[in-house]
């Protein structure tokens, strides 16, 4: 069978400054890459400083912890500082604990407040910072990264799911909110992604095979394939879309519960 020509997509981000909380791994790494690879000036926010030495030289790097407004601040205020201004701020970090997989009666209070505090207070804290920045510069990027389980749910998962549609319904507010001050806000909504975050958790969702096999293209996607959609929300080809949200998720959300699932072996390992 003859292979036909794919198409390919280059971005220039020189000069542009980037922030992405959650950087240092999965696919805040991969977005951290790939705009370093665009040659755009990258800040990395995370709360692990010992995987900050990982990160490829090009990418700077700030510990801090998003559920801490002052942390936030602080990391907004550093970029400007080395490099004059704020293009575009992805909001990334998220938890997403293995014992928040219970029924809502048995989660833990402090287990909830802290989901909160990251996955929800963390990104309006970041938010909160770079608008301001923004609106001095009349323009302006900012990504929330959501989840497939924003629009959909099942058993025993209380907290993250709705915490990500929160996610989305940010993303709108705040496109509404700043459009006409030439800020553009969109969310991304990753199906199963091959993250240490997804892998931690794969036994509780039947397994990698069974994981890959609910998604129609048959496999668990990659984060260099959110950080492409990322790159092309944060770019001027994507300059009459804000308040929004993007499905990255392998056709997962147009699979209906009632759809006969795949045969398990046409699943596929490339692309």
């Known amino acids: 069978m003859t292979h036909r020509p794919i198409g390919q997509i280059n971005y220039d981000n020189r000069d542009r400054v980037v922030l992405v909380s959650g950087g240092a791994s999965g696919i805040g790494l991969a977005i951290c890459e790939s705009f370093a690879?665009?040659?755009?000036?990258?800040l990395c926010m995370d709360i692990d400083?010992?995987?900050?030495?990982?990160?490829?030289?090009?990418i700077e790097f700030i510990q801090g912890d998003?559920?801490?407004?002052?942390?936030?601040q602080a990391a907004v205020e550093h970029a400007v500082e080395l490099w004059g201004g704020l293009?575009?701020?992805?909001?990334?970090?998220a938890i997403q604990p293995k014992a928040s997989y219970?029924?809502?009666?048995?989660?833990?209070?402090?287990?909830?407040?802290?989901?909160?505090?990251?996955?929800?207070?963390?990104y309006s804290f970041l938010a909160k910072h770079a608008v301001r920045i923004m609106l001095a510069q009349h323009s302006g990027v900012i990504v929330n990264m959501a989840s497939g389980q924003a629009h959909r749910t099942a058993r025993q998962v209380p907290s993250y799911g709705p915490l990500k549609a929160a996610n989305v319904l940010q993303s709108m507010q705040w496109g509404i909110e700043y459009a006409r001050q030439g800020i553009r806000v969109v969310s991304v909504s990753p199906g199963a992604i091959d993250t240490p975050l997804v892998r931690a958790s794969l036994e509780a969702q039947g397994g990698e095979r069974e994981l890959a096999n609910?998604?129609?293209?048959?496999r668990i996607g990659r984060a260099a394939e959110v950080a492409a959609a990322v790159?092309?929300?944060?770019?001027?080809?994507?300059?009459?879309?804000?308040a929004t949200d993007l499905a990255v998720d392998g056709g997962l959300g147009a699979m209906g519960a009632f759809?006969?699932?795949y045969p398990i072996d046409t699943l596929r390992e490339d692309t």
Do not use: I, Y
Request: with cysteine; net charge negative; aromatic share 4%.
């Open 37 to 42: 690879e665009s040659s755009a000036r990258v």
């Open 49 to 58: 400083h010992a995987a900050a030495k990982a990160l490829p030289a090009a």
């Open 66 to 72: 998003t559920s801490r407004e002052a942390d936030c």
């Open 87 to 93: 293009d575009v701020l992805v909001n990334n970090a």
């Open 102 to 122: 219970v029924p809502l009666d048995q989660l833990d209070a402090e287990l909830w407040q802290q989901m909160v505090a990251v996955n929800l207070s963390g």
């Open 214 to 218: 609910r998604h129609p293209l048959g």
């Open 231 to 242: 790159l092309w929300l944060s770019s001027s080809a994507a300059s009459f879309v804000t």
């Open 259 to 261: 759809a006969d699932p």
